[in-house]
């Protein structure tokens, strides 16, 4: 940031006179904050004439003003949270850059605590701020960590192990080594160790079972609240195959459960109840339709008794279908009406329930209203299936269950077809109170009304037909270049707390030259204005809606970028070895996961005890896995002159770095501003996990160890993959820079 004394900083609509010095935000800001300060939201509470200089001038970006920061900075604070409360948290970040008298915004804690409250009270890591008592250290980590997925610039890349087979829940890397060894590595926690199961061990220690003694397959099938679920596959002449569930944390074995069917196997949990399902009943028309089970975790025992879901059509999850356990209910839904090929209905609804966590009965379970959950009319346009993508979450701002879909359509009148995301408020209908009409569907405005979050104002189809609110964004069309075929996109996710398509592909160039460079593409967009509150007031009537708030356009976005071949260097050549590790082949299958913050995916063609490399990338500044070599040829900053005061809390005196662009022909790099941080050093690991020493209490099929990933830095002497965080110092981190 340059300094001259009276001169002015550039905010996208509005100049800001800062007495002290300039700031040009445009050039060293995170070049992914869009939703840029509004003048009119800053100073919404106050009299504005006090505030705004005589001089105004008119361009093409829109109104300029001068703003006199002198006022502004001798406001107290009380003042300053009012108007930070009534920013978006880009929009109070950003502030915080404009001028260092503005950076205690995203250092008290308390200023910092109320902008989460409006802004993202569900989030997980406001959650954990609350135990934790770092909010301004959680605002700062939101910020970057939505801003690394809309510009997809991650923090963190590496080779993390070699698996026959593989999930990644909630942070947490399961994988197979062979059937006889499957380790579990928390990746969110920036974990040195992990959790070592002798699988034949811990066959051997189910009571009243042969389970060990001959060859068998074993994979994990889903990992929450330190609940471990696998599915054990004996030869076919053995008998059946067993769901094992474990509880890593007590180190104890849980059940291991015959099953009828292992068709579409699916679990979900919390820390008191698990549940299975599997596409498995045939019903009167020749269809098969899920069933559930339910497993008490406290008590160990099977609940008597299944519930089949005879309405609830779709086979694929996390396409036509989605379960999922959020608080107290277990949820379904589905994006298909029948279980014909066919649907003849040109209205197409989601299908969509859910059941109190703990109960298999029936009369509980509570249907999503159809009035308010159309989805399309087909005759907009045909969808192409293999693109579709279905899921339920928590909106972080209301705390309201949201449906989002993604699917490409060919729309009427448009010459070809765009991937679209909607997303959607889950409205339940009433349980009745007489039993006898459990089949009659409830007054869909005995629901109180609460607004879903901004998605996009993208109004793409005949939105005002569908009941409740439904939120648009429009992705990559045929005006998108390079076009990205279904066979080069290997993950497909869209993240809606940022609004981002954020996808692992291959290279564009190198799928022409016939190879193969995964690259993560994002296609983002965020709201023009800084609003900050969401409306919590219902609409004057209960008809339809769409959401009209004001968008730029998307702003697509790759990482790594095309380097040309002179500029290559060593470096550059190690970033590609990472992400496509020496040895596969050409064009090797890759498959994976994403959550929101990181992916992990597995090159190579699957097959039996074939193990394929594991890559992660994160974008959580947050997550420093050991032993990671520092990307080099990074940005350079000017040595720190910040003296620590008395207000300075020393317990949050690390603020999460921001990550380096690459090298030569790269994008400029991001503002520095909040740097921090040392990796930490292999060999600073503990001796327990080198050696290899468990728990002294746990039995003998589990132990814990150092990662594979840290005995491969061992073993090869040589980095496994890169941190791009920025740092001056990697020994005194500086809570100023």
């Known amino acids: 940031m340059r300094g001259a004394q009276g001169s002015t900083a550039t905010l996208k609509g509005a100049t800001v006179v800062c007495l002290e010095g300039e700031f040009d935000l445009h050039a060293k800001r995170p070049p992914r904050q869009s939703a840029a300060l509004s003048v009119s939201n800053v100073f919404s509470a106050l009299d504005p004439s006090s ?23 001798r406001l107290p604070i009380e003042i300053m949270t009012y108007i930070a409360n009534s920013l978006n948290l880009h929009d109070i970040f950003n502030l915080s850059l404009a001028c260092k008298q503005f950076r205690y915004l995203v250092d008290n804690d308390d200023i910092c605590r109320a902008a989460l409250e409006t802004h993202a009270p569900y989030s997980a890591d406001f959650q954990a701020a609350r135990y934790s008592k770092h909010y301004a250290r959680c605002l700062r980590r939101l910020v970057k960590l939505r801003d690394a997925i809309a510009t997809a610039k991650p923090y963190t890349t590496a080779l993390v192990a070699h698996a026959v087979d593989f999930i990644y829940c909630n942070g947490t890397l399961c994988y197979t080594e062979s059937y006889e060894v499957l380790r579990l590595l928390n990746l969110h926690a920036s974990s040195d160790s992990e959790d070592i199961i002798d699988t034949r061990m811990l066959l051997q220690s189910v009571p009243g079972a042969n389970l060990a003694n001959n060859k068998y397959k074993f994979r994990p099938i889903h990992f929450a609240h330190g609940i471990l679920s696998c599915l054990y ?8 195959s067993r769901l094992v569930v474990i509880d890593v944390e007590k180190r104890t074995l849980l059940t291991a459960q015959r099953l009828e069917s292992t068709s579409k196997l699916f679990v979900r949990n919390n820390q008191e109840y698990l549940y299975y399902g599997t596409h498995s009943v045939t019903g009167d028309d020749g269809f098969k339709r899920w069933v559930l089970r339910r497993f008490d975790l406290r008590t160990k025992q099977w609940i008597p008794g299944h519930l089949d879901l005879e309405d609830l059509a779709g086979s694929d999850i996390g396409a036509t279908v989605c379960f999922e356990i959020i608080d107290d209910y277990f949820y379904g839904l589905s994006s298909l009406n029948s279980f014909e090929v066919y649907e003849t209905d040109s209205l197409s609804y989601y299908y969509g329930f859910r059941l109190p966590v703990g109960s298999t009965q029936p009369g509980d379970m509570q249907l999503a209203s159809k009035e308010s959950m159309l989805r399309r009319d087909h005759r907009d346009g045909p969808i192409d299936d293999r693109w579709s993508t279905l899921q339920l979450a928590k909106d972080l701002v209301t705390g309201n269950i949201i449906v989002s879909e993604c699917r490409r359509e060919w729309l009427v009148n448009e010459s070809s077809s765009a991937r679209t995301a909607y997303t959607k408020e889950v409205i339940f209908a009433a349980l009745p109170v007489d039993p006898g009409d459990r089949d009659t569907e409830a007054d869909t405005h005995q629901t109180a009304y609460i607004s879903t979050p901004r998605c996009s104002s993208t109004k793409l189809v005949s939105l005002e037909k569908q009941g409740g609110t439904t ?13 990205i075929t279904l066979s080069q996109c290997f993950i497909r996710s869209y993240n809606q707390s940022c609004e981002t398509f954020i996808d692992l592909v291959n290279d564009p160039v190198a799928t022409e030259s016939m190879t193969q460079r995964p690259q993560i593409r994002s296609i983002s967009r965020f709201p023009q204005s800084g609003t900050g509150r969401v409306p919590k007031e219902p609409p004057a009537d209960n008809s339809a809606q769409v959401s009209h708030q004001t968008h730029g356009p998307n702003e697509i976005s790759s990482w790594p970028p095309e380097v040309d071949v002179s500029q290559r260097n060593v470096h550059l050549d190690a970033l590609d070895n990472t992400l496509c590790p020496q040895g596969q082949s050409p064009f090797g299958s ?4 994403m959550d929101e913050r990181s992916l992990v995916y597995a090159i190579g063609q699957r097959g039996p005890q074939t193990r394929r490399p594991l890559v992660f990338i994160c974008f959580d500044p947050s997550i420093k896995l050991t032993g990671l070599a520092r990307w080099p040829s990074g940005p350079t900053r000017p040595s720190c002159t910040h003296k620590t005061t008395e207000g300075d809390d020393a317990r949050d005196s690390r603020p999460y770095p921001t990550p380096q662009s690459l090298p030569v022909s790269a994008p400029d790099s991001r503002n520095s501003s909040f740097s921090e941080g040392s990796i930490p050093d292999p060999s600073q690991t503990s001796a327990n996990v080198q050696t290899g020493i468990g728990r002294p209490d746990a039995p003998s099929w589990i132990r814990r160890a150092s990662a594979a990933y840290l005995q491969t830095i061992y073993a090869l002497g040589k980095p496994v993959g890169f941190n791009f965080a920025f740092c001056k110092d990697h020994l005194v981190p500086c809570r100023c820079c």
């Open 51 to 73: 505030y705004f200089s005589s001089t105004t001038e008119w361009s093409r970006d829109g109104f300029m003003a001068a703003v006199n920061f002198a006022r502004m900075q």
């Open 233 to 240: 596959s004996p030869p076919k002449t053995e008998g059946r």
């Open 590 to 593: 890759i498959s994976g996961v």
């Open 471 to 483: 939120y648009v964004h429009r992705g990559d069309d045929g005006s998108t270049s390079p076009t």
